[in-house]
């Protein structure tokens, strides 16, 4: 099999045909149509053997989460997704890897609608950057930047499955099934969407831990934060096996891909309502300051948090 037969085969036969796209897979460039009043987002993830995923995973998982964290990147910043591309270095070219893969692709990229439109194929150190592109009408993007000092801070879902997985695998233990399944398989926060449009002043994804995102997302505001330590939901799992330590280790746990967000506080009520009318619950966890940096506040005082995610190039 050659490259182009691979392109055709587990790339192109199963990308959605979707009414955009004007060209996809095939010529030497996408072309695409940008509805009238829409604004295109665009986001790349690199998943690197051996940094992001152990080689022997199975190609289906390593597929379908790159899809999941991308799309994530999208619901942070209140969009819709529609179309992705491929960028594939493969060490060689076997089949069975490959339909494994494309199976995995498909999935994510059919269960969120996303046409696939181009790519790249070449042969080297196992490494899937995939791009992805989202519309959201004029205006209604949300970003880092917008949070104010009074806003309040939400969370979209409880932390440190994920974190827990990655702890027990460094252990050489199996984790159960529930840890495994929120490392490999996150669920990206699609269904609050029109929420985050209509109340959010500011949205991050939390893929390096919640400290470090908040982090982000209070720098780019141009603010600090204040964290009430009780109010913070942790995974049930978290709390079994950190015990005491579960809120430090959630707060610096990474890949939960859940959303924090901010609202103006007089939306507070608002909020809460219209999630519950959808059946989305968000918890709210504390409060922007005008003081730079994070603090939490505890039964025992307040403590000032050092944002420790994870830096590729720290150290
Ligand atoms: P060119 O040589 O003109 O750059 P390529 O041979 O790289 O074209 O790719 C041929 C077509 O297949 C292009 O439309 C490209 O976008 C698409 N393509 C290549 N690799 C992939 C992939 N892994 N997934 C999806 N589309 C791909
Ligand atoms: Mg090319």
Not at 149 to 155: E, K, R, T, V, Y
Not at 181 to 204: F, H, M, V
């Amino acid at each position: 099999m050659n490259e182009f037969s691979i392109i055709d085969t587990y790339f192109k036969k199963q990308a959605l045909h979707h009414p955009q796209v004007i060209a996809g897979i095939g010529d030497d460039a996408a072309c695409v149509k940008i509805p009238e009043g829409f604004e295109l987002l665009i986001s790349t993830d690199t998943l690197v053997a051996g940094v992001h995923f152990l080689p022997d995973w199975d190609a289906f998982d390593i597929a379908l989460r790159s899809v999941l964290v991308n799309v994530s990147d999208l619901a942070a910043m209140a969009a819709e997704p529609v179309w992705a591309s491929l960028a594939l270095t493969l060490p060689q070219n076997d089949q069975s890897w490959l339909a494994r893969f494309s199976a995995g692709l498909h999935k994510g990229l059919h269960q969120y609608g996303m046409a696939l439109i181009g790519g790249d194929t070449t042969r080297g150190p196992l490494t899937v950057t995939l791009t992805v592109y989202g519309l959201a009408p004029a205006g209604k993007a949300v970003f880092r930047s917008g949070g104010s000092p009074g806003d309040l801070i939400w969370l979209s879902g409880p932390l440190g499955a994920a974190a827990e997985a990655i702890e027990q695998l460094k252990a050489h233990k199996q984790p159960e099934k529930a840890l495994m399944d929120a490392l490999l398989y996150p669920n990206p926060e699609t269904g609050i969407r029109k929420l985050l449009q209509t109340y959010a002043t500011a949205a991050i994804d939390i893929s390096d831990g919640l400290a470090a995102d908040l982090c982000h997302l209070c720098q780019a505001s141009g603010t600090g934060a204040l964290l009430f330590a009780d109010k913070i939901p942790l995974h049930p799992l978290t709390l079994e096996y950190q015990g005491e330590h579960a809120l430090s280790f959630a707060l610096t746990g990474g890949d939960d891909y859940k959303l924090c967000f901010t609202t103006k506080a007089s939306d507070e009520q608002t909020l809460k309502n219209a999630a519950a009318a959808q059946s989305s619950e968000c918890w709210l966890i504390g409060v922007l300051e005008e003081e730079p940096g994070l603090r939490v506040e505890t039964s025992s005082g307040l403590s000032v948090l050092q944002p420790s995610g994870y830096d590729h190039f720290s150290g």
